[in-house]
Protein backbone atom coordinates (compact mmCIF):
# COMPACT_ATOMS: atom_id res chain seq x y z
CA UNK A 1 0.00 0.00 0.00
CA UNK A 2 1.53 3.35 -0.89
CA UNK A 3 2.53 5.98 1.94
CA UNK A 4 2.75 9.42 1.82
CA UNK A 5 5.38 11.11 3.78
CA UNK A 6 5.69 15.04 4.06
CA UNK A 7 8.57 16.53 5.15
CA UNK A 8 10.58 20.05 4.80
CA UNK A 9 8.27 22.02 8.01
CA UNK A 10 9.29 24.06 10.47
CA UNK A 11 9.72 27.68 12.29
CA UNK A 12 10.27 30.57 9.60
CA UNK A 13 9.99 34.54 10.10
CA UNK A 14 7.29 36.25 8.26
CA UNK A 15 8.81 36.64 4.67
CA UNK A 16 11.01 33.77 4.64
CA UNK A 17 10.61 30.28 2.31
CA UNK A 18 10.25 26.96 3.33
CA UNK A 19 9.58 23.63 0.46
CA UNK A 20 7.67 20.92 1.59
CA UNK A 21 8.54 17.98 -0.05
CA UNK A 22 5.65 14.50 0.11
CA UNK A 23 7.18 11.07 -1.10
CA UNK A 24 4.93 8.31 -2.30
CA UNK A 25 6.82 4.72 -1.10
CA UNK A 26 5.31 1.00 -0.85
CA UNK A 27 4.25 0.15 -4.30
CA UNK A 28 3.35 1.54 -7.80
CA UNK A 29 2.09 5.33 -7.26
CA UNK A 30 0.18 6.76 -10.77
CA UNK A 31 -2.40 9.34 -8.88
CA UNK A 32 -4.42 11.49 -11.16
CA UNK A 33 -3.75 14.10 -8.74
CA UNK A 34 -1.67 15.14 -5.73
CA UNK A 35 -2.77 17.78 -3.42
CA UNK A 36 -1.47 19.85 -0.26
CA UNK A 37 -4.05 20.80 2.15
CA UNK A 38 -3.79 22.62 5.34
CA UNK A 39 -5.02 22.88 9.06
CA UNK A 40 -4.63 25.36 11.39
CA UNK A 41 -5.40 24.77 14.87
CA UNK A 42 -9.33 24.78 15.60
CA UNK A 43 -10.04 25.31 11.71
CA UNK A 44 -10.88 23.13 9.16
CA UNK A 45 -8.68 21.65 6.71
CA UNK A 46 -8.47 23.73 3.62
CA UNK A 47 -7.19 23.31 0.10
CA UNK A 48 -3.53 24.74 -0.62
CA UNK A 49 -2.75 23.62 -4.07
CA UNK A 50 -2.86 20.72 -6.43
CA UNK A 51 -1.51 19.17 -9.61
CA UNK A 52 -2.02 16.94 -11.87
CA UNK A 53 0.19 13.89 -11.84
CA UNK A 54 0.57 13.83 -15.82
CA UNK A 55 -0.31 17.32 -17.09
CA UNK A 56 0.94 20.93 -16.42
CA UNK A 57 -2.09 21.67 -14.39
CA UNK A 58 -1.75 23.05 -11.33
CA UNK A 59 -4.67 25.16 -8.95
CA UNK A 60 -3.90 27.09 -6.17
CA UNK A 61 -6.08 28.75 -3.28
CA UNK A 62 -6.45 32.41 -3.64
CA UNK A 63 -4.66 32.78 -0.51
CA UNK A 64 -1.41 31.87 -1.88
CA UNK A 65 -1.22 32.45 -5.28
CA UNK A 66 1.86 34.39 -6.29
CA UNK A 67 3.67 32.61 -3.42
CA UNK A 68 3.24 29.16 -3.61
CA UNK A 69 4.37 26.97 -6.20
CA UNK A 70 3.57 22.87 -6.52
CA UNK A 71 5.77 20.90 -8.54
CA UNK A 72 5.86 17.50 -8.96
CA UNK A 73 8.89 14.76 -9.75
CA UNK A 74 7.20 11.82 -11.31
CA UNK A 75 10.46 9.71 -11.25
CA UNK A 76 10.93 10.15 -7.49
CA UNK A 77 7.23 9.66 -6.97
CA UNK A 78 7.22 13.28 -5.01
CA UNK A 79 5.59 16.25 -4.91
CA UNK A 80 6.60 19.83 -3.81
CA UNK A 81 5.55 22.86 -1.86
CA UNK A 82 7.21 25.97 -2.61
CA UNK A 83 6.19 28.49 -0.17
CA UNK A 84 7.43 31.91 -0.29
CA UNK A 85 6.89 34.94 1.43
CA UNK A 86 5.49 33.37 4.47
CA UNK A 87 2.92 35.00 6.42
CA UNK A 88 1.60 34.34 10.41
CA UNK A 89 -1.60 33.12 8.67
CA UNK A 90 0.05 30.24 7.10
CA UNK A 91 0.79 28.85 9.99
CA UNK A 92 -0.47 25.16 9.93
CA UNK A 93 -0.13 21.73 9.58
CA UNK A 94 0.70 21.06 5.65
CA UNK A 95 -1.04 17.71 4.46
CA UNK A 96 -0.80 16.01 0.94
CA UNK A 97 -3.24 13.41 -0.19
CA UNK A 98 -3.64 11.43 -3.75
CA UNK A 99 -6.61 11.82 -5.80
CA UNK A 100 -6.89 8.52 -7.61
CA UNK A 101 -9.40 8.33 -10.67
CA UNK A 102 -10.04 11.33 -12.74
CA UNK A 103 -11.73 14.68 -11.25
CA UNK A 104 -15.18 14.79 -12.38
CA UNK A 105 -15.29 18.79 -12.89
CA UNK A 106 -12.38 21.27 -11.57
CA UNK A 107 -13.82 22.63 -8.82
CA UNK A 108 -13.42 19.10 -7.03
CA UNK A 109 -10.07 19.47 -6.61
CA UNK A 110 -10.58 21.99 -3.66
CA UNK A 111 -12.03 19.34 -1.47
CA UNK A 112 -10.50 17.21 0.73
CA UNK A 113 -12.98 14.77 0.70
CA UNK A 114 -11.94 14.37 -2.97
CA UNK A 115 -8.73 12.79 -2.06
CA UNK A 116 -7.27 9.87 0.12
CA UNK A 117 -3.62 8.40 1.25
CA UNK A 118 -3.25 11.17 3.60
CA UNK A 119 -0.11 11.94 5.03
CA UNK A 120 1.03 12.65 8.83
CA UNK A 121 1.40 15.88 8.61
CA UNK A 122 4.56 18.66 8.86
CA UNK A 123 4.12 21.60 10.94
CA UNK A 124 4.58 25.50 9.29
CA UNK A 125 5.21 27.86 12.18
CA UNK A 126 5.35 31.60 10.99
CA UNK A 127 6.64 33.88 13.10
CA UNK A 128 5.72 38.03 13.35
Known amino acids: QVQLVESGGGLVQAGGSLRLSCAAS????????MGWFRQAPGKEREFVSA????????YYADSVKGRFTISRDNAKNTVYLQMNSLKPEDTAVYYC?????????????????????WGQGTQVTVSS
Open 26 to 33: GGTFSPYA
Open 51 to 58: TRWSADTT
Open 97 to 117: AARKNQMSYSGGYYYPNNYGG
